[in-house]
Structure formats: C-alpha cells, structure tokens
C-alpha cells in the first residue's frame, strides 16, 4: 500500500504525455486519404432508402478511375434498371432509358441535390478527391464509439468550392476510418450526419461496408448504403467514361 501514492503520481504525470502524442490533423487525414481514396475499383452496393411513407431498395455497380471519372449503372428494381451516371471532373450526366432514353447534364450547385430520392447527393456517391486536397485539419480530442478509441477531427474548407464547408470526423484510431461523421454548411448549419457501421479489409487497407446517411434537411429516416462486393485490382477501359457510354 505504501507505493500507492507513487504510483498515482506517476501515472499523472505521464498522462499529460499521451495526450501530447496525439498526431497532426494532417497525419490524420492522411491516414484517412490512404484508407479511402482508390486509384481504380469496381464495386456492386445496395442503397435501402427510408422515406416518409415507404423503404425503397436499388442496386448499383460503380467504376470509378482516379481523381475525376465515376460511372454508376442501376441494376435493381425494374423501374430503375439501366439509369446510369457518369462523372468527369467536375460534371455529371444522368442516363433514363425507355421511354425518354434521355441524357441530362447535372453540374454546379445541381450536384448536390438527391440521388433516387435518397440521403445521398451526386457528390456523395462520385467523388473520389484526397480530403487533403480538399481541407485543413486539427484534432480536437479523443472520445469512444462502439466500443473504439477516436481522434476527433475538425476540417475546414481550404476553397469556396467544397459542397461541406465543415466536417467533424470521430476516426477510429486503429484502422484509420471516420465511423462517424457530421457534414455543416458555411452558416454552421448542420446538413448531413454518417456512422460507418461496419468496415471489412480491401487489400491491406481497411474500407467501409455498411454506412448510414442522414439527411437533416430531409423528412426521411436516413439511407442505408452496404458495399457488397469490390475489386481494387482491376483494369476498367478507357471508353466506359464517355458519354457515348451511357447508351450502351
């Protein structure tokens, strides 16, 4: 009993230490970056859309390649399937089938509305930009979700063209992925809320599987949005990101 008091000392003042071992915003996100951003991937998900008066379930398969390309085809339900999407830079175009068998241009501001009345925006589902790239950090504290030790990590936009002007991230401190998220506009009003609720391995990186989004400018009880398959070690032609694509 008689080391009891050296202990307790000890142990405050070597908890002053750890606390100043905490990473850099920008070590953080660079973890983060290198976690989340694929050079080249194919996948297949499964949105399940809580509205106001029904659920709504759509399947998709997404190529995306590099910074700037996404190409995005419905496969599920009927009534959806053959719509497709495809994003250069910093545009999109909407494919709708028979019977318009329509191509609409989608960019600026448009880029942020609903996709298939989901929580969900055009930038959300195909934007593939490093959040170095995109915004300044500092981390603000620790705190526990489900169970895992978080940095908590505040962005602000480095550019006026960034659809969240900012972000707080809990990032799990082991594999280096936000498990929860709160996206503001510039007015510092809050606009959308994510919980990563499941991650699996890709590779040697950790990546996200099951994702809930809330739109709080939304009536709806969120979107559930679950990574089924993908494949990072895939070649994807060059002629599937092109317009002419949309009608194939």
Request: aromatic residues 6%; glycine residues 6%.
């Given at each position: 009993m008689r080391y009891w008091p050296t202990l307790v000392i000890l142990w405050m003042m070597a908890a002053p230490a750890a606390e100043i071992q905490a990473p850099t915003?920008?070590?953080?996100?660079?973890?983060?970056?290198?976690?989340?951003?694929?050079?080249?991937?194919i996948s297949t998900a499964t949105?399940?859309?809580?509205?106001?008066?029904?659920?709504?379930?759509?399947t998709s398969k997404t190529y995306r390649q590099g910074l700037n390309?996404?190409?995005?085809?419905?496969?599920?339900?009927?009534?959806?399937?053959?719509?497709?999407?495809?994003?250069?830079?910093?545009?999109?175009?909407?494919?709708?089938p028979e019977p318009t068998d329509r191509i609409i241009?989608?960019?600026?501001?448009?880029?942020?509305?609903?996709?298939?009345?989901?929580?969900?925006?055009?930038?959300?589902?195909?934007?593939?930009?490093?959040?170095?790239?995109?915004?300044?950090?500092?981390?603000?504290?620790?705190?526990?979700?489900?169970?895992?030790r978080c940095w908590i990590?505040?962005?602000?936009?480095?550019t006026e063209d960034v659809t969240y002007h900012a972000r707080t991230l809990w990032v799990d401190q082991e594999r280096w992925l936000p498990l929860k998220e709160d996206r503001f506009a510039r007015?510092?009003?809050?606009?959308?809320?994510?919980?990563?609720?499941?991650?699996?391995?890709v590779g040697e990186r950790w990546y996200p599987k099951r994702m809930t989004f809330r739109d709080m400018l939304s009536r709806g009880d969120g979107t559930e949005y679950t990574i089924d398959t993908i494949d990072i070690e895939v070649d994807i032609p060059d002629h599937l990101f092109s317009?002419?694509?949309l009608r194939q």
């Open positions: 915003g920008e070590e953080v996100l660079e973890r983060i970056d290198r976690n989340m951003y694929l050079d080249q991937a949105m399940v859309i809580h509205g106001r008066s029904a659920t709504r379930t759509l390309q996404a190409f995005v085809e419905y496969l599920s339900p009927p009534r959806e399937k053959g719509k497709k999407m495809l994003r250069l830079a910093d545009k999109l175009w909407t494919y709708t241009t989608i960019s600026g501001h448009l880029l942020r509305q609903s996709v298939m009345g989901s929580d969900l925006s055009y930038e959300d589902i195909t934007e593939n930009r490093r959040l170095r790239e995109l915004y300044d950090a500092r981390v603000t504290g620790q705190e526990e979700i489900d169970g895992r990590l505040s962005l602000t936009a480095k007015s510092g009003r809050l606009l959308k809320t994510i919980r990563i609720e499941e991650v699996f391995p317009k002419s694509a």
